[in-house]
């Protein structure tokens, strides 16, 4: 390996391992990656005192197949809006002690870093302390390396946190952290509640977060309550994620993908904050404009623009344990009052099918006034392929004006189900500054896809350079071509690229089509 290579390769280890030292409670414990230099355990040690303890402490260093030596650092944290720990140098550490700032590692030893922390007799509940452990360049000459034209030092740190759960220590009152700016933003075509939390106060806070939205002027609630999570926990275990630790003058923001779409007009966001039995609530009035949110238009189809339906589609089976009859809500979110006719239409001019029922085939909705009915299998076991049909709706409101219609895909599978199919029709690209690639798909298959896509443009060492979302869950049926659009955030420079496509399938691997990509001449 040339010097050159080498140093890249060491330059991408180490962002790997502070990508995973970053402070926060891993779910499992990272691995080292190929080569790394010295690794340490446990990113978080966890310890447990009463006030005035000495409390020791101790962390592992294994060192690599070379020697080297390593500085050991306390160290303050602070905290970024995302949640994410970091290091400050130049804050207070509080009363921790350690037997050795410098180690000199053997290869293919373990030391230990060795300390004690006391606990001041005010100390409150939780304490929060960091250590940084650096590797220590050699010299300040050349790197030692035949290609002389790099001279760059590459130095692997960890941060380590060290959490000190005090029993008898202060608790931290929830009146102290401000609850701010709550809204919904647009990620992906899709509505997501978003709340700022600030800690003036001198003690962290671990808390956890729960919201619901609110239809007004009825108060009815849209789907369940859902939890708000710290985005550097997003990827997480659900038995850590949920946690939100928030330290001493940070500001972070706590966001949740709302499970419901929804209509134009006013809402609520209710929050509350959870520490043990202490808790918190605070409101936030928000109006929706549903267009701020393409990609949930296909997730809520609407009769007319006030009369709405859910689910977008209904997939029944006759196979065992799965589902002959499902419910369809309908919600009028107007004051007017409507009259719904149901009935089943096949597709492509096809007759209706007999194995499709729904009850009742007409309904009345009264305003701001919700109805289920149901649509169900008539004694009929498929083994064979998937059978299809639309539930056409049409309104008419009470006062006479112009009513509308819309229809939902019905599926009927039998125990025997294909497997999803797509294929890529056609690939190419609009505009130069602001470029979007549009993709035609096609379903070749005999079962419905769901498109839900992501395009993601790498260059030629397979970086990633930006993934883009979209289709909102809409089925393509057997046969049918669609086209997505996929607008980049930056401009992409003249070269060579590639383009994979991931398609989502519930309960399988995604979907993947790969094609190279040239931009520009």
């Keep these: ?97 350690l037997s050795d700032e410098r180690l000199s590692l053997t290869a293919g030893s373990t030391s230990q870093v060795r300390g004690e922390i006391f606990l001041p007799a005010d100390c409150p509940a939780l304490l929060q302390y960091g250590l940084l452990i650096s590797q220590l360049s050699a010299s300040d000459g050349p790197a030692a390396s035949e290609d002389r034209e790099v001279n760059v030092r590459v130095r692997f ?26 809204g919904l933003v647009e990620r ?8 700022w939390l600030t800690n003036p106060s001198a003690q962290p806070h671990e808390v956890e977060l729960d919201a619901a939205l609110v239809r007004l002027p009825s108060g009815k609630q849209v789907g369940p309550g859902f ?12 038995a850590n994620r949920l946690k939100i630790l928030i330290l001493p003058g940070a500001r972070i923001r706590v966001e949740e993908k709302l499970p419901e779409p929804l209509a134009s007009g006013p809402y609520r966001l209710d929050v509350e904050v959870r520490a043990g039995k202490d808790r918190r609530k605070q409101s936030f009035e928000l109006e929706v404009e549903a267009a701020e949110f393409p990609t949930q238009a296909g997730l809520l189809p609407r009769v007319v623009a006030s009369l709405q339906v859910s689910p977008q589609a209904l997939e029944l089976s006759t196979g065992a344990g799965s589902s002959r009859m499902l419910p369809i809500l309908l919600e009028n979110t107007a004051e007017v009052a409507a009259g719904l006719r149901v009935s089943i239409v096949g597709l492509a001019g096809q007759p ?30 498929s083994n064979g392929e998937p059978l299809y049909a639309w539930l056409e709706l049409v309104v008419t409101p009470d006062d006479g004006s112009l009513g509308g219609s819309v229809r939902i895909p019905v599926a009927l599978l039998g ?5 999803p199919q797509i294929s890529l029709e056609s690939l190419r690209s609009t505009g130069e500054s602001e470029l979007t690639f549009i993709c035609g798909l096609a379903n070749p298959g005999k079962v419905h896809v769901p498109l839900r ?58 979907l993947r089509i790969t094609r190279s990509w040239r931009h520009g001449e």
């Design 415 to 419: 125990s025997e189900r294909p497997e």
């Design 453 to 510: 896509v992501s395009l993601s443009i790498a260059d030629p060492f397979g970086r990633v350079l930006e993934e883009v979302v979209r289709g909102s869950g809409v089925w393509l049926l057997p046969g049918e071509q669609a086209e997505l659009s996929f607008p980049l955030a930056r401009p992409l420079q003249n070269g060579d690229y590639s383009l994979t496509l991931n398609v989502e399938r519930a309960g399988l691997e995604p």
């Design 227 to 238: 939890p708000l999570i710290m985005p550097s926990r997003s990827q997480r275990l659900q």
């Design 188 to 195: 992906d075509g899709l509505a997501v509640a978003r709340v």
């Design 1 to 97: 390996m040339s010097g050159c290579q080498e140093i890249l390769t060491r330059l991408g280890l180490l962002l790997l391992l502070l990508a995973a030292a970053d402070g926060q409670t891993p779910d499992n414990e990272p691995q080292p990656a190929a080569g790394a230099l010295f690794r340490v355990t446990p990113l978080i040690l966890k310890l447990e005192g009463n006030p005035r303890d000495s409390i020791p402490f101790e962390v592992d260093v294994l060192c690599g197949p070379e020697p080297l030596e390593v500085s050991v650092v306390p160290v303050a944290l602070g905290q970024t809006e995302t949640g994410t720990l970091t290091p400050l140098l130049d804050g207070p550490t509080g009363d921790l002690s």
């Design 352 to 381: 209706a099918p007999d194995w499709l029922v729904v009850r009742p085939e007409s309904v009345w909705l009264s305003g701001h006034r919700d109805r289920r009915i149901a649509a169900s299998v008539r004694g009929r076991t």
């Design 157 to 182: 740190r960890y941060l380590i946190r060290l959490e000190v759960q005090v029993a008898r220590g202060m608790q931290p009152a929830l009146s102290q952290l401000l609850i701010e700016e709550g």
